[in-house]
């Protein structure tokens, strides 16, 4: 009996890798592919929604990398981590879906009427002071929507390194483009996102 199994007996909770929940995937195991699923959901939701601007779409691009990662699981080889695929997997399917709105002259302009804004689903406030919910929530709109104005290759290194926390190497790998390419490329997403937020930077006190 595997040491996991006993622990499970015994009542002890252990928590299995990635390496060990896909391993179980690939054998047929559909529960331990919706634990990965529910590993990197939020992540892999808050990246496409930086990426593409609005709650649908993100939605969407969520379903449909989830969708391609169980697909192609066999064909992954396990020479980067679980979370690296699955980002450039995400990420492609972000790409296809700025380009088909590019194609069709949809802009990437958001909306913030109604309720739609709470989607964005941002990282708990901590803070119980109604002052600083509202100003918490603005300065999320003003950097979400900065970030949508950036060009599609800036925007998409700055959401992997700045908001998801991914190194240049993994970002390289995600993207297949060059470690120099990744820190370029950031410099230059960020001097444009400080232009984007000029305006608002009384807010960044």
């Not at 993994?170 to 490329?185: C, D, H, M, N, Y």
């Amino acid at each position: 009996m595997r040491l996991p199994l006993i622990l499970h007996a015994l009542g002890v909770v252990v928590e299995e890798s990635d390496a060990q929940l896909v391993t179980r995937a690939k054998g047929g195991d559909r529960r331990s592919f919706d634990l990965l699923v529910q590993r990197h959901h939020n992540l892999v939701y808050n990246t496409a929604y930086r990426m593409l601007g609005d709650a649908g779409g993100a939605e969407d691009a969520t379903q449909t990398a989830f969708i391609r990662a169980y697909r192609s699981l066999s064909r992954f080889r396990g020479k980067s981590a679980f979370s690296t695929w699955l980002y450039r997997i995400v990420s492609n399917v972000c790409l296809d879906a700025l380009r088909t709105r590019r194609d069709d002259s949809v802009g990437l302009e958001v909306s913030y009427d109604g309720d739609d804004e709470v989607q964005q689903r941002p990282l708990p406030d901590e803070s119980a002071e109604p002052a600083a919910n509202a100003e918490r929530s603005e300065l999320q709109r003003v950097v979400h929507r900065a970030i949508s104005q950036l060009p599609e290759d800036y925007r998409m290194v700055l959401v992997l390194y700045d908001i998801t926390g991914f190194s240049y190497e993994e970002i390289a790998g995600i993207l297949q483009i060059p470690l120099g390419t990744v820190k370029s490329r950031l410099n230059r997403a960020r001097l444009a996102l400080r232009d984007v937020i000029a305006p608002d930077l009384e807010l960044f006190a």
